[in-house]
């Protein structure tokens, strides 16, 4: 390992899409900062898959490293032997974590020194919490974005028997920006403020749901004419994120027609930016919501399609945010309730900026000593029938080693021809299935219902 005296501190970060990759190089800038005695570089890897981020998505995040590239499973585990990473954080989806964890065990038996790695949520976990701490669990930090998370974060791994002591409380690493101040839009071309509908790509889930929440925020725009209302979109056709979205509202806004007022529009971008001139953010469930309060803006979530865990907003129970789009075009805005706020790590009071203490002096602790092996909750003893699945869609057998046919030495055995070819192919790949996604699986669903 590199000496924590000379050398900058070595981080690794592997991703999946683009928010995970924003969560992740952030987490690693706050855990290892680069003004530390030593130093820190940072490399990035992208783990191949249907939502590894374009260019225009990693641009639009904003986050850079030293070096980046897209790889295998097999391919990271290779890398990150090889170079001798002091921090490893893995931003994943919980399957992609087990296995990683399961192959990174498999690399490193009988080492003498090995890295510390790191995992968490990329924003507010309301489903799947046991299936996805489960998978997680054998990181040496799991990281909670709020105190609310941390406290259930240790119920859920006490409750199996298994060590809770990596779980660290923290906050979400992309909270920040200028607080709120209502005397800035004053000389704007809207003097009523800017609304921002911050879409999310999977919630809702069908047509008619999606079609109702975009013509609402048109006829707010057109009830309000002195606001601007912005529909937040997370991608552009054909782009995948953390969640697969079937129904863009590029395309739902051109089945409504041309009568769309002036004072509205479609926006892409950096969401912290977005925000710099937002004056109320309307959204399901986002985690923007949760940018925008730490900003102090004023916050809506929507209860137009009821309150239900399948959307996610459930999650504000007790927030004093949850309101509807009449209660929004009757003028009204809602009040978070500050012992809320406080509980979601969103700490608007102030206290965001202590928030990775624990965590970095956590890291600093483990990165100084040698660690014991990694073991995750999840083995061939106590999840037989699970796990095998889990680590072969990543190219791993059930005790780590890689599958053959997915050895990590292939992919440098591949001739510059071979390659083009390879990636061409893959790329083809990539949109004959985002076509059937977004395509032909929504027709066949209708076909069924009839």
């Not at 897209?70 to 032997?81: I, L, Q, Y």
């Not at 609402?216 to 697969?244: F, Q």
């Not at 971008?269 to 900003?295: F, I, K, P, Q, Y």
């Amino acid at each position: 390992m590199p000496s924590r005296t000379n050398s900058p501190l070595r981080v690794a970060v592997l991703a999946d899409s683009d928010t995970r990759w924003k969560w992740g190089a952030l987490t690693a800038q706050r855990l290892v900062p680069d003004d530390s005695e030593s130093g820190r570089s940072m490399d990035g890897f992208l783990l191949r898959g249907r939502a590894t981020p374009t260019v225009r998505q990693l641009a639009e995040v904003g986050v850079r490293a030293d070096s980046l590239r897209e790889v295998t499973g097999v391919e990271f585990v290779s890398a990150v032997d090889r170079e001798r990473y002091d921090v490893i954080v893995l931003s994943l989806v919980g399957g992609a974590v087990q296995a990683m964890l399961h192959g990174l065990a498999r690399a490193w038996e009988g080492a003498a020194r090995r890295p510390v790695v790191v995992t968490g949520y990329v924003g507010v976990v309301y489903e799947k919490l046991a299936d996805g701490l489960l998978l997680r669990h054998g990181a040496d930090v799991v990281l909670a974005n709020s105190r609310h998370d941390a406290e259930r974060f240790r119920e859920v791994y006490t409750g199996v028997g298994a060590s809770a002591d990596s779980v660290v409380e923290c906050a979400l690493p992309f909270l920040g920006g200028a607080r709120y101040d209502e005397k800035a839009r004053e000389g704007r071309a809207y003097p009523g403020g800017t609304v921002v509908f911050a879409v999310q790509p999977s919630v809702p889930d069908n047509r008619a749901d999606r079609t109702y929440l975009l013509r609402r925020a048109v006829e707010h725009a057109r009830a309000h004419s002195d606001r601007e209302v912005l529909v937040k979109l997370r991608s552009k056709p054909g782009e995948h994120t953390t969640h697969i979205e079937e129904l863009p509202y590029q395309k739902l806004l051109g089945k409504l027609g041309d009568d769309v007022p002036k004072n509205f529009r479609l926006a892409y971008g950096n969401m912290g930016e977005v925000l710099d001139t937002t004056d109320l953010l309307v959204t399901v469930s986002s985690t923007a919501a949760l940018e925008s309060l730490h900003r102090g803006i004023p916050t809506a979530v929507l209860t137009d399609l009821g309150v239900r865990e399948v959307l996610g907003n459930h999650h504000f129970l007790g927030s004093g945010c949850l309101a509807s789009w009449d209660q929004l075009d009757a003028g009204h805005l809602p009040v978070p309730d500050p012992d809320w706020v406080s509980r979601q790590g969103v700490a608007a009071d102030g206290a965001y900026e202590t928030a990775f203490d624990a965590a970095r002096q956590r890291v600093a602790e483990l990165a100084a000593r040698q660690l014991p092996p990694l073991a995750p909750y999840y083995t061939r003893a106590t999840a037989p029938g699970y796990l095998p699945a889990r680590l072969a869609r990543y190219g791993f057998e059930p005790d780590g080693r890689p599958r053959p046919g997915a050895a990590a030495g292939e992919a440098a055995q591949v001739s510059g021809l071979r390659r083009v070819v390879r990636n061409t192919m893959r790329e083809a790949a990539r949109g004959a299935y985002r076509h059937g996604v977004q395509r032909v699986a929504p027709v066949i669903r209708r076909m069924g219902e009839l």
